[in-house]
């Protein structure tokens, strides 16, 4: 079985910073795109920012220039450094990896979330 597991949440003040971090076990053949996803209370899930295996990363338009996504491929983790922090970046971050459990094989999995809380 494949786990992922976040760290780094918490509360911060704006203009703060947090680092999340999402590192992935279990037996599998490799990793493709791994991402980061926030949920703030009555909102849909939606996409921060996502990386490829090569390390291109995407982001979302509201944390573009204060995120920074990056990998260790080494160490099957993904990493968010959130710069700039505003009270609507409060949500829980759940971290996504595209895993590839054999040649032939890819599943989705999911961290079971960590709290990003930003007061004012």
């Known amino acids: 079985q494949v786990q992922l597991v976040e760290s780094g949440g918490g509360l911060v003040q704006a203009g703060g910073s947090l680092r999340l971090s999402c590192a992935a076990s279990g037996r599998f053949f490799s990793i493709n795109a791994m991402g980061w996803y926030r949920q703030a209370p009555g909102k849909q899930r939606e996409l921060v920012a996502t990386?490829?295996?090569?390390?291109?990363?995407n982001y979302a338009g509201s944390v573009k220039g204060r995120f920074t996504i990056s990998r260790d491929n080494a160490k099957n983790t993904v990493y968010l450094q959130m710069n700039s922090l505003k009270p609507e970046d409060t949500a829980v971050y759940s971290c996504?990896?595209?895993?590839?459990?054999?040649?032939?094989?890819?599943?989705?999995?999911w961290g079971q979330g960590t709290q990003v809380t930003v007061s004012s």
């Open positions: 990386i490829t295996s090569g390390g291109s990363p």
């Open positions: 996504h990896a595209e895993v590839r459990r054999t040649l032939l094989v890819t599943t989705d999995y």
